[in-house]
Nanobody, 123 residues
Framework: QVQLVESGGGLVQAGGSLRLSCAAS????????MGWFRQGPGKEREFVAA????????YYADSVKGRFTISRDNAKNTVYLQMNSLKPEDTAVYYC????????????????WGQGTQVTVSS
């Protein structure tokens, strides 16, 4: 069974930066695409970014393009989300997940969700 643990969230002022980490157990991480999602209060879960198994291909939601960068270090079994120029609307619980099948986007099928890490951006 694959388990994911997100960390790195916190409180930051608008315009600031945070880097989130997703630590994974299990061999599957090396062979799987990974995604970041977020869910704000009273909102549905929203796709943020995804990355291919080797890290050679990435995909971003329009709302974060140019501000967020997804990356991975397979030797450390870790996926990252660098978030710059943060806005109050980025406030949410951020989750990572494993792409089990489908495209490297919100249309893919994801599984093994982590517990999430809270990101709060003040105005």
């Amino acid at each position: 069974q694959v388990q994911l643990v997100e960390s790195g969230g916190g409180l930051v002022q608008a315009g600031g930066s945070l880097r989130l980490s997703c630590a994974a157990s299990g061999l599957i991480l090396r062979y799987s695409g990974m995604g970041w999602f977020r869910q704000g209060p009273g909102k549905e879960r929203e796709f943020v970014a995804a990355i291919s198994p080797s890290g050679g291909t990435t995909y971003y939601a329009d709302s974060v393009k140019g501000r967020f960068t997804i990356s991975r270090d397979n030797a450390k079994n870790t996926v990252y989300l660098q978030m710059n120029s943060l806005k109050p609307e980025d406030t949410a619980v951020y989750y990572c997940a494993v792409l089990r099948s489908g495209s490297l986007s919100e249309q893919g099928e994801y599984a093994y969700w982590g517990q999430g890490t809270q990101v709060t951006v003040s105005s």
